[in-house]
């Protein structure tokens, strides 16, 4: 049933007039008279109306004398005549200070009732009834309020209708109110593009900015096509125009205009899909946003600055988890915590401050706990660092990556982590952020988002040493002079005035929590990433070394082996960074076969990674790699000396295990299911070929997979997938410069060798010994059918 009054109360059909009049409680005459004169007079306008076609538009048309005496029995608390008394004094040309009497009157009959939506138990929320804003909403009273705050837009006198910073505000609030109690209207505000960036001209007001950037966070969360930030009028004038609060809390906004939307599970989401998707596909609106915040000058010094900016820890600290149980109840709302720091900020000069310790010391008429405005701080800094995050992951990320790194970002960081990043009392209680069904408290929101951003800083980019300090660059330098390499060049070049200040650098501090972390903890999946990002790339010899003497590699393997872990997604994490600390690096090795120096201990960890091939594929592409490379080098003493003892580089020497684990990676995917997640399955099926290759026994492989294809009964089918899936790669790697990039810094192996080998596995030509279709029974022979043909 459409909730608009226009269309719910007078359509052109007797059925919904009839509709109408039973939403009045009345009866429509079928024969004789109406038991009460009033409805035959209702129904006799609407019917006139529509023969005329001069009929009533609005609820607030209805005779006040039938809506008064309906009042009672509907419980409409006077909504509608309010909303008539409203309408009539608010046309045109009329005093619009005059309104604000109803409108206060109207929002305190709604205001409670959305409290009590937003504070209820969330089981609850399907039960609850919203009386008062479903009433004020049916009888026109949302499009009304629209209609009265775009007022000024609307004439085209000369002197504009004032509006006063009251009444604005207060319809903001019962408009908000209407958004979180009723179905359907944010879904109506949000198909008003007009009124939608109307409102982004009312920010500029900061005794409004509250109300509208809530309302604006509400509508642009559902609405259906992304709104593009050029089209706001004069978007820089409007950032440079907000204090740091406010730009804070306009990063919740942006966050909404900068995300892709959400395409769900990758599952669902293959890269067949993905790749047929985004051919010839112009830049996204998220993208076109992304370069129009770039654009708008010192965008990126302000967001660096609120990242970084401290919060004063004076009285109250030591009482958090107390004083977070006792405001628990308020803060399930960004909303209400908003008002209460407003209220705190009220009375003392506007003046902006680099910290928060003038709220600590002011004489405010309202005090707030000392653990409120840190949360608040830390809600805030969750939507900053967000935006930074997502820049960086986007077209533009060498532009952003220069500015992050000239404003001090990492550093800014560093010098929060211990009092504010990973502090030690940490809320159990359930905090819900924008997404409802996120069960993430501020604190937790903001732990994660951090770790993402140091993921996206340090992920296949020189600036990746700015994680460290002055010191920790001299141990880097120090570990390439002893062993005899030349330092890497990114580590040559880094700027040493951007890099961390104090005894520890950031990557040193998260090694120290990650090592303390409990092991349930779903900390340990964001660490682990984080901490892999700074392996990833080139092989480093001495970045792997410096984080081996950190004792990385034993607690890898602790989580691994005996911390009785279960999580999946943990689990993988450690086994990808396992494999980036251990690729190539012959004492990474002894060292793990020093920890693992039990033949129950070496079971467990077979079986964590034979468990779930796909989680830990990368780790067994990197033992391959080694193995094959330490191979080559036996006329090093100590190369020869582990690959005699390390029980994992002898497991993976001998040729059926190889094999073993080659069926089941090229068995597990195929065309149809290949996602972002497992399409390493088949990197690692390649590298394990492309070794062969090198050492001319690609034939033996291929045909120890036809073999095994004969003993398992299925013919065909697995040498049949391998093709389609070495095709679909050819199509999917060869126009993407930066996965072949990737694909040859982690592997050490030039992606023309890549291409050439599935090249040669992809031969038409029968007779070839390394072609797979000459290991295919012509009977059961299926190379021609095209997966994209579905």
Not at 53 to 80: C, F, Y
Not at 456 to 485: G, M, R, T, V
Not at 631 to 658: A, F, I, P
């Amino acid at each position: 049933m459409c909730r608009s009054t226009s269309s719910f109360l007078f359509g052109k059909e007797k059925a919904r007039c009839e509709g109408a009049m039973a939403t009045l409680g009345f009866q429509t005459p079928r024969s004789g008279r109406s038991r009460m004169g009033a409805s035959e007079n209702i129904v006799s306008r609407i019917r006139h109306g529509q023969i005329t076609g001069r009929g009533m538009s609005r609820g607030t048309q209805i005779p006040e004398a039938l809506l008064q005496e309906r009042d009672k029995r509907a419980r409409w608390v006077g909504i509608p005549v309010l909303l008539q008394k409203l309408y009539k004094s608010s046309h045109p040309n009329s005093d619009l200070s005059q309104i604000h009497g109803v409108v206060k009157e109207l929002s305190s009959l709604l205001s409670m009732e959305a409290m009590t939506f937003v504070t209820e138990d969330r089981k609850n929320t399907q039960e609850l009834a919203s009386p008062n804003t479903y009433t004020f909403d049916l009888f026109g009273g949302v499009d009304l309020l629209v209609d009265i705050l775009m007022r000024p837009t609307l004439t085209a006198q000369k002197k504009k209708p004032s509006m006063s910073d009251d009444l604005v505000k207060d319809c903001l609030s019962v408009l908000y109110n209407c958004c979180i109690c009723t179905e359907g209207v944010t879904k109506s505000l949000a198909s008003r593009n007009d009124f939608v960036l109307y409102l982004f001209t009312l920010m500029t007001n900061k005794k409004t900015f509250l109300q509208t950037a809530t309302l604006i966070e509400d509508i642009l969360g559902v609405k259906k096509e992304m709104i593009q930030l050029e089209d706001i009028a004069d978007l820089p004038s409007l950032v440079q125009s907000f204090d740091q609060q406010q730009l804070a809390n306009f990063c919740r906004i942006l966050s909404i205009t900068i995300s892709e939307p959400d395409l769900g599970n990758d599952d669902k989401h293959t890269l067949l899909v993905k790749n047929t998707q985004q051919k010839n596909m112009s830049p996204s609106r998220a993208e076109v946003n992304q370069v129009a915040l770039l654009n708008i000058p010192g965008f990126i010094e302000r967001l660096c600055k609120l990242a970084t900016r401290k919060v004063s820890e004076a009285t109250g600290a030591s009482n958090f988890l107390q004083e977070l149980e006792d405001w628990y109840a308020w803060l399930d709302n960004a909303l209400v915590l908003d008002a209460l720091m407003q209220m705190t900020t009220e009375e003392h000069s506007s003046t902006e401050s680099s910290d928060e310790s003038t709220l600590a010391t002011s004489p405010l008429r309202h005090r707030l706990p000392q653990s409120m405005k840190i949360v608040h701080e830390i809600m805030y800094k969750v939507e900053v660092l967000y935006v930074l995050c997502v820049l960086l992951m986007g077209r533009q990320r060498t532009q952003v990556h220069k500015m992050l790194a000239e404003f001090r970002l990492i550093p800014g960081l560093n010098n929060l982590f211990d009092k504010l990043i990973w502090r030690k009392q940490t809320s159990n209680r359930v905090l819900h952020g924008q997404n409802q069904n996120c069960d993430c408290s501020p604190e937790i929101s903001f732990k994660i988002q951090f770790l993402r951003l140091l993921q996206s800083f340090s992920d296949h980019h020189e600036n990746k040493y700015l994680l460290l300090n002055s010191q920790e660059l001299n141990e880097l330098s120090a570990i390439c002079q002893k062993a005899d390499i030349p330092e890497v060049e990114a580590l040559a070049n880094t700027d040493r005035s951007l890099v961390c200040d104090g005894k520890k650098g950031l990557l040193t501090r998260l090694l120290g929590v990650m090592k303390k972390e409990p092991p349930d903890s779903s900390f340990r999946f964001w660490q682990a990433r984080a901490v892999e990002s700074f392996l990833r790339g080139a092989t480093s010899y001495a970045d792997q070394i410096f984080l081996l003497k950190r004792g990385l590699l034993e607690h890898i393997l602790f989580c691994i082996i005996d911390s009785g872990c279960k999580s999946r997604d943990v689990l993988q994490s450690y086994f990808d960074l396992l494999g980036e600390l251990m690729k190539f690096n012959i004492d990474a090795f002894k060292r793990f076969n020093k920890y693992v120096n039990t033949e129950e201990k070496f079971q467990i960890f077979l079986n964590q990674i034979n468990s779930s091939l796909v989680d830990s594929n990368m780790l067994v592409r990197c033992i391959v790699l080694s193995l094959d490379r330490f191979e080559s080098q036996t006329d090093d003493v100590k190369v020869v000396e582990v690959l005699s003892e390390c029980c994992l580089l002898s497991y993976m020497s001998h040729v059926e295990n190889r094999l073993s684990l080659l069926f089941r990676l090229i068995n597990i995917i195929n065309v149809q299911t290949l996602t972002q997640e497992n399409v390493s399955c088949l990197n690692t099926s390649l590298v394990v070929l492309m070794l062969a290759r090198r050492r001319g026994k690609l034939s033996f492989y291929l045909n120890a997979l036809r073999e095994k294809e004969y003993s398992e009964r299925y013919p065909g089918c697995l040498l049949n997938n391998f093709h389609q899936l070495l095709r679909f790669w050819q199509r999917h790697y060869l126009n993407k410069d930066k996965d072949s990039t990737c694909l040859e810094n982690s592997s050490c192996i030039p992606f023309s060798y890549w291409k050439e080998t599935v090249s040669v596995l992809l031969s038409p030509d029968q007779t070839s010994p390394c072609a797979i279709s000459s290991y295919i029974d012509e009977v059961y022979m299926d190379l021609d059918t095209d997966f994209l043909e579905d």
